[in-house]
C-alpha cells in the first residue's frame, strides 16, 4: 500500500512515518522501493505500527522504543526478561503518578486559595498561612 493509504489506516501523518522510517523502527520488511521510487508498505508495515503506538501509549522514549523494537526483531530477550522490564516500566509509571497527584493537590490547592480570595479574603489568608506552615519546603 503506499504511504497516504497506510497513514489514513493507522490515524498517522505521512510525515510520522516518513519519520519512523528514518529512525529504523520500520525497515525492508516493511517498506520497499518501487522502481518509480515510491515506497509501498506491506501488511507487516501495519502491525509493526500498532506495535509502536501501543508502546508510546504507555510511555516509552523513541530510544526505549528503538532498544525493544531491535530486541524484537533479534528475538533477544527471553520472556522473563520482558516481565522484568514490564515491572520496571510500571514502576516508573507509578512514580510518575505520585508526582501527577501532587502536582495536581498543588493546583486545586492554588485553585481554592484564588477563590477564597475573591469571596473570602481573611479565610484565603488562613489557608495560606495553614498550607505555609504545613509545608516543609
Request: net charge neutral; aromatic share 8%; with cysteine.
Amino acid at each position: 500500500m503506499k504511504i497516504q493509504e497506510l497513514a489514513d489506516k493507522m490515524g498517522l501523518t505521512i510525515h510520522t512515518i516518513r519519520f519512523y522510517e528514518k529512525e529504523g523502527l520500520l525497515n525492508d520488511r516493511h517498506v520497499r522501493r518501487e522502481s518509480n521510487n515510491y515506497r509501498n508498505y506491506s501488511e507487516e508495515a501495519v502491525e509493526r505500527l500498532k506495535l509502536i503506538k501501543k508502546f508510546q501509549s504507555i510511555g516509552c522514549s523513541l530510544a526505549e522504543l528503538k532498544e525493544f523494537l531491535q530486541d524484537h526483531d533479534a528475538n533477544a530477550h527471553t520472556n522473563l526478561q520482558i516481565i522484568d522490564w514490564i515491572r520496571r516500566k510500571k514502576k516508573e509509571i507509578e512514580s510518575k503518578k505520585e508526582e501527577y497527584d501532587q502536582m495536581l493537590d498543588t493546583l486545586n490547592k492554588m485553585q481554592e486559595y484564588r477563590t477564597l480570595l475573591m469571596d473570602d479574603p481573611h479565610k484565603a489568608q488562613e489557608m495560606l498561612k495553614a498550607w505555609h506552615a504545613g509545608s516543609s519546603d
